[in-house]
């Protein structure tokens, strides 16, 4: 059975779902603390002196997430390498080879996952801490902004309040970085690697039991609204490992002893995946490629366009922000207005959907409830 990191996507929500509960409950606590007294000539003295209540309450956040986030990461990790183990034995399976099967399945995971596991850990180990430094940055600001505004006359102390934090809920806890050098939240960074990590993880287990059973050649498949990055592969043999470079190699046919027949190999699949095959959303999988028997597949249709796709993304993303300012609302009115975008952008993600066909991923659009 082929492998594809989307195969893995859905072990992913339960590891983003504790960070989703984590920023959640920090935008409440912090719009909490601050609506609290808000009309109050003595607020601002009031919520200085409050500071250090907010900062035991942060941490126990902090904490909570920590004693559930890396439990959670083992497991998803391990899952995930068992559905990539499951592909390849199905695969071999078909081939009715017994000897090469019962040596894939041999393959020992412990070591593998323990240290897939370990490097995420270590990846989003440093969100805690920032989840500290953005909710007492922004306490400060809000008590900043909403003293000074009503001195220059600009607005009045609860507008700036509200202004300010439906800045913060909107961007959530920002500051993380990827390799490409794009900003993210907390939420989204860590959904994103360990997605990422999830799908290294089920494409591994693939490859290392095709290894076992001495499978040399893969083949990538031809997907619907693939993006820029991946489109270059589609349909390629690659080498499941080794040097990178195109050209024509000469291999034993799948069945006949001592034929040979010639493959063009497009490269190996580490070089592919360093050039963004098999990415987070990725609908690419990867399969066995038996010399001399191994036919292109037809391309399944597309629904949309790969922009359509990036479209929904963007609008289930407007919808868990303007939620979040909901939960920042300092009171009904600000929470109303909210609540209206929330329901003008799912209106558009329903045109969107029945316009081209595309799947409505209600889960995309929800956010986890604030422990």
């Known amino acids: 059975m082929p492998i594809s990191p989307a ?11 504790l960070y989703e509960q984590a920023e959640l409950a920090l935008i409440e606590k912090v719009a909490r603390a601050l609506a609290e007294g808000l009309d109050s000539p003595l607020w601002a003295e009031l919520k200085l002196r409050a500071i250090g209540n907010l900062r035991a309450a942060i941490e126990e956040i902090i904490a909570a997430l920590q004693a559930d986030a890396a439990g959670a990461i083992h497991e998803a990790v391990a899952a995930a390498y068992v559905v990539g183990q499951q592909a390849a034995v199905a695969e071999l399976g078909a081939l009715t080879v017994g000897t090469a099967l019962a040596a894939a399945e041999a393959v020992p995971a412990a070591a593998a996952v323990d240290r897939l596991a370990a490097a995420l850990i270590a990846e989003t180990g440093p969100a805690h801490q920032r989840i500290l430094r953005t909710g007492m940055d922004v306490y400060r600001q809000v008590i900043a902004e909403a003293t000074s505004a009503p001195l220059l006359g600009a607005t009045t102390r609860r507008q700036a309040a509200a202004r300010a934090l439906a800045r913060f809920a909107e961007r959530g806890v920002t500051g993380f970085v990827d390799r490409r050098g794009r900003g993210w939240n907390l939420t989204s960074y860590v959904e994103m690697a360990t997605r990422s990590a999830l799908g290294r993880a089920a ?24 993006c820029p990055r991946c489109k270059p592969w589609e349909g390629a043999v690659l080498r499941r490992e080794g040097p990178s470079g195109a050209g024509v190699v000469e ?9 040979m027949v010639e493959v063009r190999v497009a490269g190996s699949l580490p070089e592919a995946r360093a050039a963004g095959l098999m990415h987070p959303n990725c609908r690419h999988s990867v399969s066995i490629y038996l010399p001399g028997l191994t036919r292109p597949r037809p391309k399944p249709p597309s629904r949309a366009t790969y922009e359509q796709t990036q479209q929904q993304r963007y609008l289930e993303r407007q919808i868990r922000a303007w939620k979040r300012r909901a939960a920042a609302a300092v009171d009904d009115t600000q929470r109303t207005r909210a609540n209206a975008r929330v329901r003008e952008y799912q209106g558009r993600v329903r045109e969107l959907v029945a316009e081209t066909g595309l799947p409505r991923k209600s889960r995309r659009e929800q956010l986890a409830t604030a422990r």
């Open 7 to 17: 195969m893995a996507e859905d072990l992913a929500a339960a590891v983003a779902m």
């Open 251 to 259: 291999v034993e046919h799948a069945t006949e002893e001592d034929r």
């Open 203 to 226: 494409v591994q287990a693939h490859t290392d039991r095709l290894a076992a059973a001495g499978v040399e050649l893969v083949v990538v498949s031809d997907a619907p609204e693939e």
